[in-house]
């Protein structure tokens, strides 16, 4: 997605260039990028597996094939400039373009900085942070520049809260409790919140719910509205955190990114089988700057949610001082700063 949006925005101010994307053949992007209006390609690239780790061993086979295609790319394109932004493929493609002397960049959005970024800080000229705290965790090169960014997400319309409240039909007066798992929803989350639900816990709140499309039929039946509001999907979800009070989420560093743009209180529940365990750090890291609270899964269930959230609602000066913790941390105009980012690279 950061990859989509930074191709999305160099197309608005760039329209003369070509943006090719690129992922891999076993990443979600092979299901993705052919619903999209860009020219794309898959390559052959592998995870390194941590817990299956006897699978580790067709990997020199795996780079044989990997580098003659990447090769094979970067010849064909001749690119100005090569970015990364996660994904299995991004590690070999911005290695052999640095390798080149193309002026390469890799965005890590993450507390902790993924296998790649840490180990590529030392090539390429610049690694662009979604979170401060990355940058102790990197050794960068003589000549690589590190900047803090922040994520590219679409930046917050606040004059869409009085829009908003009429279109879910909300009281003003009354606290709202948003419930969001990404754009594939949280099955943990949906079931804690809904025993919350059904045990009456939701009294006094506004609950606006995104279930994901996978499991919203199962919860759909508790919707209640204006109450409780239960939605498969919300594209954008800027309605819904225009008139949030209050959130629930997963770690990915989008969606914190979103809710600190948009300065909302969080509740964050790192989801426990993220790759290397990267949404942990996130959520720890947001705790600790005092915008959100981190709750591991293991420990959330629909008692321990409904203490949170009435411990939070019920302080309205904590949850002022939340709020200006998430803003502290906000880039809202992070978009802008990564496209020109890239066109300071491309000479």
């Known amino acids: ?26 990443g979600i992007e092979a299901g993705l990028l052919p619903s999209r209006d860009f ?8 995870p390194l597996y941590r817990k299956q780790w006897w699978k580790n061993f067709r990997w020199p086979l795996l780079a044989l094939r990997l580098r003659r295609e990447v090769d094979r790319l970067l010849d064909r394109e001749q690119p100005a400039v090569v970015v990364g932004t996660g994904g299995y493929a991004a590690g070999p493609v911005v290695w052999r373009a640095a390798r080149r002397g193309i002026p390469t960049a890799m965005l890590e959005l993450n507390a902790f ?22 940058r102790r965790h990197l050794r960068a090169g003589p000549r690589t520049e590190i900047v803090e960014t922040g994520a590219p997400i679409a930046p917050p319309e606040p004059a869409q809260r009085a829009e908003a409240l009429q279109r879910f039909g909300l009281d003003p007066a009354r606290p709202v409790f948003l419930v969001t798992g990404g754009s594939q929803g949280a099955l943990a989350l949906n079931q804690v919140v809904a025993q919350w639900i059904e045990g009456g816990g939701s009294a006094g709140v506004q609950v606006l719910w995104v279930t994901g499309r996978t499991s919203f039929s199962r919860f759909e039946p508790l919707s209640r509205p204006p109450n409780v509001q239960v939605f498969d999907f919300l594209d ?9 009070d209050l959130a629930l989420a997963r770690a990915g560093m989008m969606t914190i990114s979103e809710l600190c743009a948009w300065g909302i209180p969080s509740i964050l529940v790192p989801l426990p089988s993220a790759a290397a365990d990267h949404q942990t750090p996130n959520a720890r890291a ?5 915008a959100g609270v981190f709750v591991a899964q293991a420990e959330l269930t629909a008692t321990r949610l409904g203490e949170q959230v009435r411990a939070l609602l019920g302080q309205r000066e904590r949850l002022a001082v939340m709020r200006q913790a998430a803003l502290a941390r906000a880039r809202p105009d992070a978009l802008g700063g990564i496209i020109a980012r890239i066109g300071v690279l491309s000479g």
């Open 286 to 290: 947001m705790a600790a700057a005092g």
């Open 113 to 134: 900085p993924g296998l790649a970024v840490r180990w590529l800080a030392r090539s390429v000229r610049e690694v662009w942070l979604g979170s401060p705290e990355a």
């Open 236 to 244: 954008p979800l800027g309605p819904g955190y225009a008139v949030a």
């Open 39 to 46: 020219p794309y390609q898959l390559l052959p690239a592998e």
């Open 1 to 26: 997605m950061p990859a989509l949006a930074i191709a999305a925005a160099l197309r608005r101010v760039h329209p003369q260039w070509r943006v090719l994307l690129v992922g891999a053949e076993r």
